[in-house]
């Protein structure tokens, strides 16, 4: 989402592209050294709780980005969001392991994979077009609200549109593949 935004940030901020382009590796680096300790608080703590607590800190800090206001704290908004998130996906894929065997994994792995190319295709496309209508600041609360209201409840009570017909909700996957589009469309 950020990506496509940052001329408009580096007018905004009144800054060089080069400097506020720091917004994307300030996410990604953290975002990619903190899964390897998320996988061990997970089988320590449990796979829900890590992906709850991941998926309130990528709400909660995704939020305060869009109280930034120069481009070195909106730098370190998106360091913390990335070292929030960053739990989310790499347990979603511990949970496939952990709920279907070998033989049965290929479905709900698709559905993962296709949920995060889909997220992030979407969430840079729609970023950049809500962006002059909203501002740069409500397209992170967009963000947050869409998290708070739809994904953090899902996570703590489940789906209660599950039924027994539906066999990928009977198990649980639809609320990770919410959870995980969701996140992805973020970042």
Known sequence: MVGPMIPRLAATFGVSVEKIGLLVPAYLIPYGVSTLFFGLLSDWIGRKRIMLAS???FAGLTGLTATAMGDNQMIFWRFLTGLGASGVVPLALALMVDLFPYEQRGRPLGWLFGAMAGG?????????????VIGWRGVFLCVRIRLCRNC????????????????DDDIGLSDYRIQTTAVLRSA
């Open 55 to 57: 998926l309130v800190a």
């Open 120 to 132: 992030m295709a979407f969430g840079s496309t729609f970023g950049v077009m809500l962006d002059p």
């Open 152 to 167: 953090v409840p899902k996570a703590i009570y489940g789906d209660t549109r599950r039924t027994v017909a539906n066999k």
